[in-house]
């Protein structure tokens, strides 16, 4: 089974500043997506970003980026020019490309942001 | 467009008993999946289910079950509620089983078990 480590419970970034948010995962398949999530108060869970293991160009959406590194086996998030708007839960997951009905969440980083 | 909906929002049931939880995919989404989000964790899968057909089971037990609908609307329903079942419910769709684009997901239905 596959596991998803976000090793940071807790991030607080300054308004207009950059936040990076850690995601390592543990896999023995060569091919998967990753995507990340952010969770508001409001509960839904939004999709930010995902990325395909197959492709080595970083995904970028906007302000977010992505650090993904196979042979780490590492994902990280970066929040460029922060916005009070993004203060929420964000959440790392993974999904196999054979077993692929199902997203395997890690625990979460809640994201402050300080005007 | 609607996105997905759950209901209801929240609701308050006591040990033991049984609940129904409801989801209404995207229009055209064929796929449902359910996750289960206890209070300070990232969500857990329970069911997908594509096509009325149940596709992947997650690690829960018996008591939890799941249908699809005719329309794709699909019912969550747990007997026998326990103290532990009190979580955050939510509902995710996409176009068909292999979501390469990722899920849309709902609000969530907010159980609490007393």
Same mark, same amino acid.
């Given at each position: 089974? +596959?596991?998803?480590? +976000?090793? +940071?419970?807790?991030?607080?970034?300054? $308004?207009?500043?950059?936040?990076t948010?850690?995601?390592?995962?543990?896999?023995? $398949?060569?091919?998967y997506?990753?995507?990340?999530?952010?969770?508001p108060?409001?509960?839904q869970m939004?999709?930010v970003?995902?990325?395909?293991a197959?492709?080595?160009?970083?995904?970028? $959406?906007?302000?977010f980026?992505?650090?993904?590194?196979k042979a780490?086996?590492?994902?990280s998030?970066k929040?460029?020019d922060?916005?009070?708007?993004?203060?929420?839960?964000?959440?790392?997951?993974?999904?196999?490309v054979?077993?692929?009905?199902?997203?395997?969440?890690?625990?979460?980083?809640?994201?402050?942001v300080?005007? | 467009?609607?996105? =997905?909906t759950?209901?209801?929002?929240h @609701?308050i049931?006591?040990?033991g008993?049984?609940v129904?939880?409801? *989801?209404?995919?995207?229009?055209?989404?064929k796929s /449902?999946?359910w %996750?289960?989000? /206890?209070?300070?964790?990232?969500?857990q899968?329970i #069911?997908?289910y %594509?096509e009325?057909?149940?596709?992947?089971r997650?690690? #829960?037990?018996?008591? #939890?079950?799941?249908?699809q609908f005719?329309?794709y609307?699909?019912?969550l329903? =747990?007997?026998?509620?326990? @103290?532990?079942?009190s979580? @955050? %419910? @939510? *509902?995710?769709?996409?176009?068909?089983?292999?979501?390469r684009? !990722? %899920?849309? #997901?709902?609000? !969530?239905?907010?159980?609490? =078990? =007393?």
């Amino acid at each position: 089974a +596959q596991t998803v480590t +976000q090793s +940071q419970p807790e991030m607080s970034v300054q $308004e207009a500043e950059t936040v990076t948010l850690s995601c390592t995962y543990d896999t023995s $398949e060569s091919d998967y997506y990753l995507f990340w999530y952010k969770q508001p108060p409001s509960r839904q869970m939004i999709l930010v970003i995902r990325q395909e293991a197959y492709k080595q160009q970083n995904a970028t $959406e906007n302000r977010f980026s992505v650090n993904f590194q196979k042979a780490a086996k590492s994902f990280s998030l970066k929040i460029s020019d922060s916005q009070l708007g993004d203060a929420a839960m964000y959440f790392c997951a993974y999904r196999s490309v054979n077993n692929d009905y199902k997203l395997s969440f890690g625990a979460g980083t809640t994201v402050t942001v300080r005007a | 467009d609607a996105g =997905v909906t759950q209901s209801p929002t929240h @609701l308050i049931k006591t040990r033991g008993q049984h609940v129904t939880l409801r *989801c209404s995919p995207i229009s055209g989404h064929k796929s /449902v999946s359910w %996750y289960q989000q /206890v209070l300070g964790q990232g969500p857990q899968f329970i #069911f997908q289910y %594509y096509e009325k057909e149940e596709r992947g089971r997650g690690n #829960f037990p018996d008591r #939890f079950s799941a249908r699809q609908f005719p329309n794709y609307s699909s019912e969550l329903n =747990v007997n026998a509620l326990l @103290l532990g079942d009190s979580a @955050l %419910y @939510l *509902c995710a769709s996409s176009p068909t089983g292999q979501a390469r684009g !990722g %899920y849309t #997901f709902g609000s !969530g239905t907010r159980l609490t =078990v =007393v």
